[in-house]
């Protein structure tokens, strides 16, 4: 946990001070630094620091009397328990996209108010959905003020770990071939410049990893190409001269990280700039000459990463395998553990498993924060013990596990719930639910190019049934040892945007939940891959789900009444799949674990 709520009042209290002498009357701190990241570098997460709300997701605004802040169902308990105190109101929202915050703002101010915001860190597209809202009630938009820096003292500065080449057994693509395809996007959409802030796909791109960013092998960068070459802005310091011999051989100059701004402003005039809206800040956008034509378009490198080539996925499926086979492991002991009378927490789980991958071949770190939440604690998606919180595993009821590895060859997303004791028949009727939902959407067959949207219901239809859903999307995309977000395709609820259409070698989530807040929680997460499936002509290509995640799913829980023949029988060709892969990986208790577990149902 963080700072005291009362250290968080007073942080407010001091930030709202300061907008007088700014001649502001309102402000906003949105989750987010200048790469429009999810998962934030120390110096860029004031909104944590200000409010105490840890989430990974929430923006916080206030005015010179109130503030608030804004969060969807993930974080509400979380919220509410971090907020407690320190006088900021919880806006509970429908989805981390909602954008209720800029209504808030609008409704808080008066004509002729100034509204500020670090414009280094407000996403373009954020900063117009703003500005229109403010100038509907005669208000403006201050974009040149970051009200933190006159009240936060011990800010950290930039991180300096080292950049490094992703291992050349692992790649899948040069990067002189991943430079072409972007530079033959490039030309297609009439470009002569391309300038990216977004720290995944810088990674791709150049086929280098860092360790900037907590679970996220990455590292701050911008980068700005042309027809012949490209730039690579790092702080100084960060790329050894070995490296940067290998990127100047492929036409990539490395220049100092806070040299991008002023490389924008000197684009000629005749310039055509792609830049995309949704991953490059409003700061960077003002920074290139208003005679220069900017062309709007997602990176071209979005939706390249999101499509693993047949040598990648040959190594995430490995990859899945170690993860498994640590996975055994881990629950082989801790069931002995439990049968012993050992005293197990949430933290011990953290603990346990994460030594368990570390011992794996590859594994480089986790991937995210663990979840372990034991009943109460599971009903919050995005929970997260701490050594003044956290709960002993005893009794009955059910243990949610969330957690994942970044591997050379893959990154990993997990979730099962375990039965503690004797799960009641509640328990079990929403496990069984939740697992047919997970079981529906991975049988899936569906027309290339389907946007991904479009198979959320697939999950959420054996809850439907019963008047029940969850308030999370079914699948975000994942990267390849990289984030463990990844667009642009999202199964949920989202408004599907073209972007968002299925293409082979796509890598998705699928992890239907169900929670009961205060009592318990459900979720059921594997990784599936896109594959073709068998073409029915005249109806064109299809595609359907490889599942990639390896690791039993626990039968106990199951209300078998309540699952169909087909559904049982794709449970035990999977815990078939299971028990073949991992069996060479494992042995002694970890082996026996595996058998038990795979038993047919």
């Given at each position: 946990m963080s700072a005291t709520p009362n250290v968080h009042a007073q942080r407010i209290a001091a930030a709202q001070s300061t907008l007088a002498d700014l001649g502001l009357a309102a402000c906003l701190v949105p989750s987010s630094d200048p790469h429009i990241s999810e998962y934030l570098p120390a110096?860029?997460?004031?909104?944590?620091?200000?409010?105490?709300?840890?989430?990974?997701?929430?923006?916080l605004a206030f005015t010179r009397t109130k503030a608030a802040?804004?969060?969807?169902?993930?974080?509400?308990?979380?919220?509410?328990?971090?907020?407690?105190?320190?006088?900021?109101?919880?806006?509970?929202?429908?989805s981390g996209a909602a954008t209720h915050h800029v209504q808030w703002l609008a409704q808080a101010v008066q004509a002729g108010d100034v509204v500020g915001v670090d414009g280094a860190v407000l996403g373009l597209a954020a900063a117009a959905q703003l500005k229109e809202a403010l100038t509907k009630v005669g208000a403006t938009l201050r974009t040149d003020v970051d009200v933190l820096a006159p009240i936060w003292a011990d800010r950290a500065g930039l991180p300096d770990a080292p950049v490094y080449e992703h291992d050349g057994a692992f790649v899948g693509s040069s990067r002189a071939d991943k430079l072409a395809l972007v530079r033959?996007?490039?030309?297609?959409?009439?470009?002569?410049?391309?300038?990216?802030?977004?720290?995944?796909?810088?990674?791709?791109?150049?086929?280098?990893?860092g360790s900037d960013v907590q679970y996220n092998p990455v590292f701050l960068a911008h980068a700005l190409l042309d027809a012949q070459g490209a730039t690579l802005f790092v702080a100084p310091g960060k790329i050894a001269s070995a490296?940067?011999?290998?990127?100047?051989?492929?036409?990539?100059?490395?220049?100092?990280?806070a040299q991008a701004s002023a490389a924008l402003a000197t684009l000629p005039a005749t310039a055509q700039l792609l830049l995309d809206p949704r991953r490059v800040t409003l700061g960077l956008r003002e920074a290139a000459p208003q005679g220069v034509k900017v062309i709007e378009a997602i990176n071209p490198s979005v939706l390249f990463k999101s499509r693993k080539n047949a040598l990648e996925a040959a190594h995430i499926r490995q990859a899945m395998e170690q993860d498994g086979a640590a996975m055994c492991a881990f629950y082989a002991w801790f069931e002995a553990a439990q049968a012993r009378g050992e005293r197990i927490t949430e933290l011990t789980i953290d603990e346990q498993l994460s030594a368990e991958r570390a011992k794996r071949p590859g594994f480089m770190g986790l991937s995210?924060?663990?979840?372990?939440?034991?009943?109460?604690?599971?009903?919050?998606?995005?929970?997260?013990?701490?050594?003044?919180?956290?709960?002993?595993?005893?009794?009955?009821?059910?243990?949610?596990?969330?957690?994942?590895?970044?591997?050379?060859?893959?990154?990993?997303?997990?979730?099962?719930?375990?039965?503690?004791?004797?799960?009641?028949?509640?328990q079990k009727r929403d496990y069984t639910l939740v697992l047919r939902g997970t079981i529906g959407l991975s049988r899936a067959r569906f027309p290339l190019g389907t946007l991904s949207p479009a198979l959320d219901a697939l999950a959420r239809a054996?809850?439907?049934?019963?008047?029940?859903?969850?308030?999370?999307?079914?699948?975000?995309?994942?990267?390849y040892f990289l984030a463990v977000h990844e667009g642009p395709q999202s199964i949920s609820k989202a408004i599907p945007d073209a972007n968002m259409a299925m293409q082979p070698g796509m890598i998705t989530s699928i992890e239907p939940g169900l929670y009961r807040p205060g009592q318990w929680g459900v979720r059921i997460e594997n990784l599936v891959l896109n594959v073709a499936a068998a073409t029915n002509e005249p109806f064109g290509a299809f595609l359907e789900f490889e599942t990639?995640?390896?690791?039993?799913?626990?039968?106990?829980?199951?209300?078998?009444?309540?699952?169909?023949?087909?559904?049982?029988?794709?449970?035990?060709?999977?815990?078939?799949t299971v028990r073949t892969r991992l069996s060479p990986l494992v042995d002694g208790a970890a082996r026996d674990w595996l058998l038990a577990r795979t038993e047919p149902l």
């Open positions: 110096r860029w997460q004031g909104r944590e620091w200000l409010s105490g709300f840890t989430g990974s997701m929430g923006t802040l804004f969060a969807d169902s993930r974080y509400w308990t979380q919220a509410e328990t971090e907020l407690a105190g320190s006088g900021i109101e919880l806006v509970k929202i429908d033959a996007a490039m030309a297609k959409a009439g470009a002569s410049h391309h300038f990216i802030s977004t720290v995944d796909d810088i990674a791709w791109l150049f086929n280098l990893r490296l940067t011999a290998a990127l100047a051989a492929d036409g990539v100059r490395v220049a100092d990280y995210f924060n663990t979840i372990a939440g034991f009943n109460a604690n599971g009903a919050m998606p995005h929970y997260r013990a701490t050594p003044g919180s956290h709960a002993v595993i005893e009794g009955n009821g059910l243990l949610l596990i969330d957690s994942g590895g970044q591997y050379l060859g893959g990154t990993t997303d997990i979730t099962r719930v375990w039965p503690i004791g004797t799960p009641s028949a509640a054996p809850l439907w049934e019963h008047g029940l859903d969850y308030g999370h999307g079914t699948g975000h995309g994942v990267g990639l995640t390896l690791c039993p799913i626990d039968t106990r829980c199951i209300q078998k009444d309540l699952l169909r023949a087909d559904e049982i029988a794709w449970l035990n060709a999977y815990h078939s």
